[in-house]
Each structure stands twice: as C-alpha cells, then as structure tokens.
Nanobody, 122 residues
Framework: QEQLVESGGGSVQTGGHLNLSCTAS????????MAWYRQAPEKGHEFISS???????TYADSMRGRFAISRDNAKNTLYLQMNNLKTEDTAVYYC????????????????WGQGTQVTVSS
C-alpha cells in the first residue's frame, strides 16, 4: 500500500500564503499523475489541481491564479503554493495519486494522503 504524507498546513490570516508539501515513494513519482483536493466542513472533496508526470498541469477554474502546483520527482515531493488566502479556503487539504494512466492524472486517484488542515481567519 503506497503512502502519501502531506505537511505545511496551519493557521494564517486572510491575504496570507502557505506552501503545502506531499511526499511519497519513488514508485508514485515515477509512475503516477498527482493532484491536490480539499474538503471543507460538511462538504465533499473539491478538486484543486493536478500535475502529470511530464509536468502538465490542470486547475479548477476557481483555483487558477492563486494556487500553483508543482512536483520535484527527484525529491519525491509534490507542492501546492497558495497565495492571497481567503476564509473560504479553510479546509483539509489532501494530495492524491492516479497510477492507472501512465503518469497522467485522469479522474480519480488510487491513493490519498491523510490530509493537512489549513485554517484562514480574518
């Protein structure tokens, strides 16, 4: 069973920024597309962004501009840079991996991290 481990969450005021990280095995970073999701209280998982093994990125329209996804395959680490944070960004943030599509992130992951809490206050 592959494991993904997020870090970098915390509390920040509106307008602030946070950088999330997600580490996983070399197998994940060599073979899987990866993504970030979030889940606010009493809501379902919300897609933020994905990045394929070749670096191709996709963003949810509402996330484009303030959030930036990247990956460092040599360090087995996925990143999410979040800028100009708003109170509605408060959620648990998850990284995820899709290992069924040759390094491309398609629709739904095989593996999830445990999540990291991000709290934005005014």
């Amino acid at each position: 069973q592959e494991q993904l481990v997020e870090s970098g969450g915390g509390s920040v005021q509106t307008g602030g920024h946070l950088n999330l990280s997600c580490t996983a095995s070399q197998y994940i970073f060599s073979n899987c597309g990866m993504a970030w999701y979030r889940q606010a209280p009493e809501k379902g998982h919300e897609f933020i962004s994905s990045i394929n093994n070749d670096g191709t990125t996709t963003y949810a329209d509402s996330m484009r501009g303030r959030f930036a996804i990247s990956r460092d395959n040599a360090k087995n680490t996925l990143y999410l840079q979040m800028n100009n944070l708003k109170t509605e960004d408060t959620a648990v943030y998850y990284c995820a991996a899709d290992c069924d599509n040759g390094g491309a992130y398609k629709t739904w992951p095989n593996y999830w991290g445990q999540g990291t809490q991000v709290t934005v206050s005014s």
